[in-house]
Nanobody, 117 residues
């Protein structure tokens, strides 16, 4: 079955950096685009970044453009989110996702990112 396991979250000061990882299993990773979402307390889950199956196409939410970079290593079945110049408003639980054939997403368990001094 599809499994997505995020890691790399933590507490960081404003202006700092974190790199999230998502290890995937249970499917042919190189055949699928992948995404990172986040959900802050009291807010809806939002799409942060997505990457095509080959890594050749990436897309970002306006709020993170120029600060976050999504990448993938198909040999390691892993997708990454490099987050730089972090702001308090980036505080959220970050989720890795892959689309389901009939709609919706498979989700990981999430990893908490807290940006605070």
């Amino acid at each position: 079955q599809v499994q997505l396991v995020e890691s790399g979250g933590g507490l960081v000061q404003p202006g700092g950096s974190l790199k999230l990882s998502c290890a995937a299993s249970g499917f042919t990773f190189s055949n699928y685009g992948m995404s990172w979402y986040r959900q802050a307390p009291g807010k809806e889950r939002e799409l942060v970044a997505s990457i095509s199956s080959t890594g050749g196409t990436t897309n970002y939410a306006d709020s993170v453009k120029g600060r976050f970079t999504i990448s993938r290593d198909n040999a390691k079945n892993t997708v990454y989110l490099q987050m730089n110049s972090l702001k308090p408003e980036d505080t959220a639980v970050y989720y890795c996702a892959r689309s389901r054939p009939l709609g919706g997403n498979y989700w990981g368990q999430g990893t908490q990112v807290t940006v605070s001094s």
